[in-house]
């Protein structure tokens, strides 16, 4: 069964320093979405994405956050200059086209900022 | 905010039915009910969902009351490996959407 794929499983960075968060989408999903937990909190939407634009954010994706559709298969979240409060689970999710199609999520990469 | 409201936690025996429920009295004609679950830290993992009619796959059934304003989600021979965080959310937005998590419930299966 198909399924979304994210790399690495988990980040440990320090303060001040660049991630990028890899994600493999379902191959035919053109919807793509980031999550965040942070440990022992809620899910919280991040970024929607579609058409190599984004659809909608959220008032933690701020100008530190940016998302981008390299290739035609992987779905990538940077972070410019992580802060300690950073740290969390990342999910990534991805749905088909279609309209009130079900979001698959991925496995999570944990990311630590020291 | 989640537009969904769950009771923190439940206990369930091994191989009972665990029945979780979930309240959403500000749900909207065309929004539909989802849950998912949470083991440990991992991905949420997608189990089903609903508009109207109940609904029923391998993992679950979901009964949606009359007026919608709640649900029930049934696992109808609880394992140990279901103990995990179960969220019910009620799904805002059309193609695009996004997913509005809550606490969810802990649920606990017992040997």
């Known amino acids: 069964e198909p399924e979304v794929t994210q790399t690495p499983s988990h980040q440990v960075t320090q303060m001040g320093q660049e991630v990028i968060l890899r994600c493999v989408p379902i191959s035919n999903h053109l919807y793509f979405y980031w999550y965040r937990q942070i440990l022992g909190q809620k899910v919280e939407f991040l970024v929607s994405?579609?058409?190599?634009?984004?659809?909608?954010k959220s008032e933690i994706f701020d100008d530190q956050f940016s998302v981008e559709r390299p290739d035609g298969s992987n779905f990538t979240l940077k972070i410019r200059s992580t802060k300690l409060e950073d740290s969390a689970m990342y999910f990534c999710a991805s749905t088909r086209i279609s309209s009130g199609e079900t979001q698959y999520f991925g496995p999570g990469t944990r990311l630590l900022v020291l | 905010d989640a537009k969904t409201t769950q009771p923190t936690s439940m206990d369930c025996a091994e191989g009972r039915a665990a029945n979780l429920p979930c309240n959403h009295s500000t749900i909207s004609g065309n929004e539909y009910v989802y849950w998912y679950r949470q083991i440990h830290s991992q991905g949420p993992q997608y189990i089903i969902h609903g508009l109207k009619n109940n609904e029923t796959n391998e993992m679950a059934s979901l009964i949606i009351t009359e007026d919608r304003k709640s649900s029930t989600l049934i696992l109808p021979h609880a394992t140990l490996r279901d103990t995990a965080v179960y969220y019910c959310?009620?799904?805002?937005?059309?193609?695009?959407?996004?997913?509005?998590w809550g606490a969810g419930t802990k649920l606990i299966i017992k040997p």
């Open positions: 994405f579609y058409n190599n634009e984004i659809s909608e």
């Open positions: 959310i009620v799904r805002v937005g059309g193609s695009n959407y996004q997913l509005i």
